[in-house]
């Protein structure tokens, strides 16, 4: 008799992994949103998991079943960022609006909402240098995802890449939500 189950009985004894992948999703969400949260008000370097962890009400031994270590939960902190950012910029792309404010309505959501949502807490601006200072490769990732976004709206590659640039410039100087916004509309009407 051969010592392999059939997959009959391997379906008996298998445990739900959907279950468990569900509920993994859940706490790593849970874990981004506690560990964005204390990066914001404690700096980056002063995070420590243990604040992460007490943030998410999760154990700190649950939180390194998920995570190595700080710098993964950043990196994936900043990835969920992006890829947040970029799903709610996305939809201007089919509104029905001149390509003009489609570019000015797609970096409120990229750049003003977020700058205004990071800059008002203790170290925002700290997380915001840490974000371009440690991680390039996920700023390359999120500006490929912008290229794609913007090209029907700028239409050569070059131009795209131009205006990612100056638009990094307009906030280099930590400027108010107010003048951040005026920028972009400024910018957008030099290109559009």
């Not at 089919?94 to 800059?119: F, G, H």
Request: neutral net charge.
């Amino acid at each position: 008799m051969s010592d392999r189950m059939s997959p009959e009985k391997l379906t008996e004894r298998s445990p739900d992994r959907t279950g468990d992948s569900l509920k993994q999703a859940a706490r790593r969400k849970l874990i981004v949103e506690a560990a964005l949260e204390c990066f914001l008000q404690y700096g980056v370097a002063k995070t420590s998991l243990d604040d992460i962890a007490k943030r998410a009400k999760l154990s700190r031994p649950l939180l390194y079943l998920l995570f190595r270590n700080k710098e993964e939960v950043f990196i994936e902190t900043l990835r969920t960022m992006y890829k947040h950012d970029v799903d709610r910029a996305r939809p201007v792309l089919d509104e029905a609006i001149s390509d003009r404010e489609k570019l000015i309505r797609i970096y409120e959501e990229l750049i003003v909402k977020p700058w205004a949502r990071i800059t008002k807490h203790p170290s925002g601006e700290e997380f915001v240098e840490q974000c371009h200072k440690y991680f390039p490769q996920l700023d390359e990732e999120y500006e490929k995802e912008v290229l794609k976004l913007l090209l029907p709206l700028l239409k050569e590659k070059e131009t795209v890449e131009l205006f990612m640039l100056c638009i990094d410039g307009l906030y280099s100087d930590n400027p108010s939500v107010p003048t951040l916004r005026k920028r972009v509309r400024l910018l957008a009407e030099r290109f559009v």
